[in-house]
């Protein structure tokens, strides 16, 4: 028997022996691998994961090295399948039971929670010295910590608390800032009757809290806290009462569920299963690829469509999408929940409360949703209901097993009767004149349903074949194409050459989906010709079309199409990505007319691109292909991506599209310095434009970095004051005024010599701030009048927007509140009509620091941190919890200031601004004081005091 131990020392055990002699990188190779079985991992990922930045020049060598050590060794242990090679990468494929983490994962699934943590002897991947280790030990320390905590729970409702003393206390010392873990000791020592010991165990979270984080415990634990001291009857086993959560509002009826074939045929037995009434309320349905998961989930969720009255939901997850990565359980609850209806505004940003919105929207409401293509059950884990009438369909390549109370149902190919009943539905007559034929048909076709339909949509077009005449195609390509390629064979084969070449230029494109535009330009047709040929493939099921004008392959046909792109090369990528390069000039053209001066530099394109009729079009057009931009400069010909990042900068920066905006600037970056000296001009802008991102992420010190390494590199004047107002805003930011006043002088001067009237505009805004903190608000207002008339000038209702919003500042400190507020209200209403969240945020959380009544002020400071994490607004987000803490303690709401305070306290050190200072006093002195009147709770300073701090 072959077994892998990771939950301790990494060891291969063969019939209960450890196998000696394995080096220690071979089994760092081999953990990593087995950590991710069944992903495939490519070379460069092995790399990273041993070596991280800091790789040898041997590192390609020695990963080879390992897999041929590695492989090996299995060979002599029997398991000669365990260690494949795919075509990007490696892959581990162990069977069920050969792992400890992966038993350990479905033993906490099953809630055999003790057999689990048995399976432990010492720390994840203990003697393995790689780059990932840390992250995995402290990945799986938690798994084995909430396990452990899951199965105290267990054992203190079942009364066993006596039992659980001496091994809880010493997982406490283990893990002294665990709150979960010390909550179960407290309450384990309170009901042996030792109360004062509970009371000890939890002054001592509350110390080693304050010192190592400055932090107070939670909510739950202060209250778990103030029962053991006041014996509270509800801390017995029995419990009490929780109150009733109110009703949720009902939800208008919604379906998102794509089309359900008219010719579904079989699967009789699983649809009994799937539409009676008895099953849970999560399904998985798992299968191979093309095995009709997907078709069958849809057309069970159209039957059950009436019993679910609140919604029909639907999202493909992507998990096993080519070239593309999986949808992230956040980002996949983010669509979930405003399918369901939710406003964006209340969607929170952290996986955990997307999640808890998503429980809470579903508790009383019946809904449907189909969750398709997920990775494992970590994947689709967040997603799931609570207690609810809801139904959730799970479609997977892998079986769930990890799913508590999941009812799975595995998908095999279809049956001799339903499968020649599907290939009769498309075909007809002809299919009952060849019995015998269509059973060949079907045999070559594996039975696997995408295969029949491909074969049998190509025979129905084509009424002189005979079934026989297809079969004899099929079975001459048996020997090239396995299984279901030789039906993509022969469908491919079937299309006329124009569509062959579409098909295979489709497949290189990098991209998720297509419009007829972007294929004309990767094909170099016309854009009618283009959008024909789609239509054609779309009809020969060579393609899908999710929505309306836009074109997409099932994964398999995907990597076929790609497989034979092989000798068309790189051009027809580099012409989709130079039609990209054009459309997003002309889109951002439309959006931003006041700065068409800054992309000049992109020369007029040789061939017509489609016009841009408006800015409704332009910023749908920019949304629907941001990804696929991307992802073709990103996978694309290594070619200078400079004038891409150039066109498409004002439009990632207002969006707040700002980790895209990273990776486009970023690769601009290293393929300028690649490229060499003639690329110049393009290291300097990236440089420029990777600084400016950073400051608005809150990334201060590298946005310093790379603003100086811009001026090192630079003497063109547009550029330099880029790099210094960035320094500038920078340093005002850690209120280094001096620093400030000459970077933003220096700018200044340098947009005067330029001409440039944008840039002026904009280094006066910033001066302006410096020189009102300086004592000098008449000669801020004095910049701030003549930036504004220099936005009008040029047309920048941003720039308006933002320099309303620094006179706002400017009045509040000289005390004219109702003066500042009419210019926040106008640069927040400006912000509104760019669709610009991000920097609205900063109008609001104004309009609520000059609005002289602490209730407004919460009001408004609650819309601006909303929209500050939408957004990832790090600085906004910490000026709206500070001007929350401070409302609430002026309101007499201690606790919220209390809570809030710290939540801004936390932002600003991680900004490294002096306000963190400033909070941190306020959280001292005012919240001390309001908490001896009544205020904030005593037990809470503590985690504030100086001696914490």
């Known amino acids: 028997m072959l077994r892998f131990t990771l939950l301790g020392p990494v060891q291969l055990i063969v019939d209960g022996e450890p196998l000696t002699g394995i080096a220690p990188r071979h089994r760092a190779v081999l953990a990593y691998l087995l950590l991710n079985s069944g992903r495939v991992i490519s070379i460069e990922r092995l790399i990273d994961a041993m070596w991280g930045y800091d790789q040898p020049d041997t590192a390609r060598s020695q990963i080879h090295a390992s897999i041929t050590a590695l492989r090996k060794v299995l060979r002599g242990a029997g398991a000669v399948q365990l260690l494949q090679t795919r075509s990007g990468g490696y892959v581990a494929q162990p069977e069920p039971g050969q792992v400890d983490a992966q038993e350990f994962t479905e033993l906490v699934a099953a809630g055999e929670l003790r057999e689990a943590l048995d399976l432990w002897s010492g720390e994840a991947v203990e003697d393995v010295h790689a780059q990932y280790v840390s992250g995995v030990r402290e990945l799986w320390h938690d798994r084995r910590l909430s396990a452990y905590e899951r199965l105290v729970e267990a054992e203190l409702a079942a009364g066993r608390h006596g039992d659980l003393l001496d091994e809880l206390a010493a997982q406490v010392v283990a893990d002294p800032l665990r709150e979960k873990l010390t909550g179960h000791l407290v309450l384990a020592l309170h009901r042996a009757g030792r109360q004062a010991d509970a009371l000890a165990a939890a002054r001592s979270y509350r110390t080693a809290l304050a010192d190592e984080q400055g932090l107070d415990p939670g909510h739950a634990f202060t209250e778990l806290e103030r029962a053991v001291l006041a014996d509270d009857p509800a801390l017995r086993l029995a419990g009490a009462a929780q109150p009733a959560e109110p009703p949720q509002p009902a939800v208008a009826r919604r379906s998102f569920l794509p089309y359900d074939i008219p010719d579904f045929s079989g699967r009789t037995a699983e649809l009994e299963r799937l539409v009676g009434e008895h099953h849970g309320p999560v399904v998985t349905i798992d299968g191979m690829a093309g095995i009709g998961k997907t078709t069958l989930a849809v057309h069970v969720a159209h039957r059950l469509a009436a019993r679910y009255p609140d919604g029909r939901l639907f999202i493909d997850l992507r998990a096993h999408t080519a070239g593309r990565e999986p949808v992230d359980a956040a980002a996949a609850l983010e669509a979930l929940l405003r399918q369901l209806g939710v406003p964006a505004d209340r969607i929170p940003v952290t996986l955990g409360e997307r999640s808890a919105l998503w429980r809470a929207e579903l508790a009383d409401r019946r809904v449907l949703a189909v969750l398709d293509n997920a990775l494992d059950a970590d994947h689709v884990r967040p997603l799931l209901p609570g207690h609810s009438d809801t139904l959730v369909l799970v479609t997977s390549r892998r079986r769930l097993v990890a799913l508590d109370g999941a009812q799975a149902l595995s998908v095999d190919v279809l049956g001799d009767q339903d499968a020649a009943g599907l290939f009769e539905r498309i075909v007809g007559e002809r299919a009952r004149d060849e019995p015998e034929a269509v059973g060949e048909v079907l045999r070559l076709c594996g039975h696997l349903p995408l295969a029949i339909r491909i074969s049998a949509a190509r025979l129905q077009h084509r009424p002189r074949w005979t079934v026989s005449y297809l079969a004899d195609r099929l079975r001459d390509h048996r020997r090239l194409l396995d299984g279901v390629s030789a039906a993509f064979a022969l469908s491919y084969e079937q299309l006329d050459e124009a569509e062959q070449r579409m098909f295979r230029?489709?497949?290189?494109?990098?991209?998720?989906?297509?419009?007829?535009?972007?294929?004309?330009?990767?094909?170099?047709?016309?854009?009618?010709?283009?959008?024909?040929?789609?239509?054609?493939?779309?009809?020969?099921?060579?393609?899908?079309?999710?929505?309306?004008?836009?074109?997409?392959?099932?994964?398999?046909?995907?990597?076929?199409?790609?497989?034979?792109?092989?000798?068309?090369?790189?051009?027809?990528?580099?012409?989709?990505?130079?039609?990209?390069?054009?459309?997003?000039?002309?889109?951002?053209?439309?959006?931003?007319?006041?700065?068409?001066?800054?992309?000049?530099?992109?020369?007029?394109?040789?061939?017509?691109?489609?016009?841009?009729?408006?800015?409704?079009?332009?910023?749908?057009?920019?949304?629907?292909?941001?990804?696929?931009?991307?992802?073709?400069?990103?996978?694309?010909?290594?070619?200078?991506?400079?004038?891409?990042?150039?066109?498409?900068?004002?439009?990632?920066?207002?969006?707040?599209?700002?980790?895209?905006?990273?990776?486009?600037?970023?690769?601009?970056?290293?393929?300028?310095?690649?490229?060499?000296?003639?690329?110049?001009?393009?290291?300097?802008?990236?440089?420029?434009?990777?600084?400016?991102?950073?400051?608005?992420?809150?990334?201060?010190?590298?946005?310093?970095?790379?603003?100086?390494?811009?001026?090192?590199?630079?003497?063109?004047?547009?550029?330099?004051?880029?790099?210094?107002?960035?320094?500038?805003?920078?340093?005002?930011?850690?209120?280094?005024?001096?620093?400030?006043?000459?970077?933003?002088?220096?700018?200044?001067?340098?947009?005067?010599?330029?001409?440039?009237?944008?840039?002026?505009?904009?280094?006066?805004?910033?001066?302006?701030?410096?020189?009102?903190?300086?004592?000098?608000?008449?000669?801020?207002?004095?910049?701030?009048?003549?930036?504004?008339?220099?936005?009008?000038?040029?047309?920048?209702?941003?720039?308006?927007?933002?320099?309303?919003?620094?006179?706002?500042?400017?009045?509040?400190?000289?005390?004219?509140?109702?003066?500042?507020?009419?210019?926040?209200?106008?640069?927040?209403?400006?912000?509104?009509?760019?669709?610009?969240?991000?920097?609205?945020?900063?109008?609001?959380?104004?309009l609520a620091e000059a609005a002289g009544d602490p209730a407004r002020a919460v009001e408004e400071h609650a819309d601006a941190l909303a929209l500050a994490l939408a957004t990832r607004n790090r600085p906004e987000q910490a000026r709206a919890h500070d001007g929350l803490a401070r409302a609430h303690l002026g309101l007499g709401h201690s606790e919220h200031a209390g809570e809030h305070g710290r939540l801004a306290l936390g932002l600003y050190e991680e900004l490294g601004v002096p306000e963190a200072e400033e909070i941190r006093t306020f959280l001292i002195s005012d919240c001390r004081a309001a908490g001896v009147e009544g205020g904030l709770p005593s037990v809470e300073r503590h985690a504030i005091s100086p001696a914490a701090g």
């Open 505 to 846: 230029l489709f497949g290189l494109a990098p991209g998720r989906d297509i419009d007829p535009y972007g294929a004309a330009a990767l094909a170099g047709i016309a854009e009618e010709e283009a959008e024909e040929l789609l239509e054609g493939l779309l009809d020969a099921h060579m393609l899908l079309q999710l929505e309306p004008g836009r074109y997409t392959f099932h994964d398999l046909l995907r990597e076929h199409a790609r497989s034979m792109a092989e000798d068309d090369g790189t051009v027809p990528v580099l012409q989709l990505l130079t039609y990209y390069l054009h459309r997003s000039r002309a889109a951002v053209d439309r959006l931003f007319p006041d700065s068409l001066s800054h992309r000049e530099g992109i020369p007029q394109p040789t061939t017509p691109i489609p016009p841009i009729r408006d800015a409704e079009q332009a910023i749908t057009w920019l949304d629907a292909e941001r990804g696929n931009i991307i992802a073709t400069a990103v996978h694309g010909p290594e070619i200078c991506v400079g004038m891409l990042a150039l066109a498409l900068r004002p439009y990632l920066d207002r969006q707040a599209h700002h980790d895209d905006a990273l990776t486009l600037q970023t690769l601009a970056l290293q393929r300028a310095r690649k490229l060499g000296h003639a690329h110049r001009d393009f290291e300097v802008q990236a440089l420029s434009d990777l600084a400016w991102t950073c400051w608005r992420l809150g990334e201060y010190e590298r946005a310093e970095e790379h603003a100086h390494l811009a001026l090192e590199a630079c003497e063109e004047p547009y550029e330099r004051a880029r790099a210094l107002l960035t320094l500038g805003n920078v340093a005002l930011r850690r209120r280094q005024d001096k620093e400030a006043e000459q970077y933003l002088t220096q700018a200044l001067d340098l947009t005067r010599i330029g001409a440039d009237t944008w840039g002026e505009a904009h280094v006066l805004g910033i001066l302006a701030l410096v020189l009102d903190r300086a004592g000098r608000p008449r000669d801020a207002r004095r910049h701030l009048d003549v930036a504004l008339a220099l936005h009008r000038k040029v047309g920048n209702p941003a720039g308006e927007a933002v320099i309303l919003n620094h006179i706002g500042v400017v009045l509040r400190h000289q005390g004219e509140l109702a003066q500042a507020r009419i210019r926040h209200e106008r640069a927040a209403a400006l912000y509104r009509e760019l669709g610009n969240t991000a920097d609205e945020a900063a109008a609001l959380n104004g």
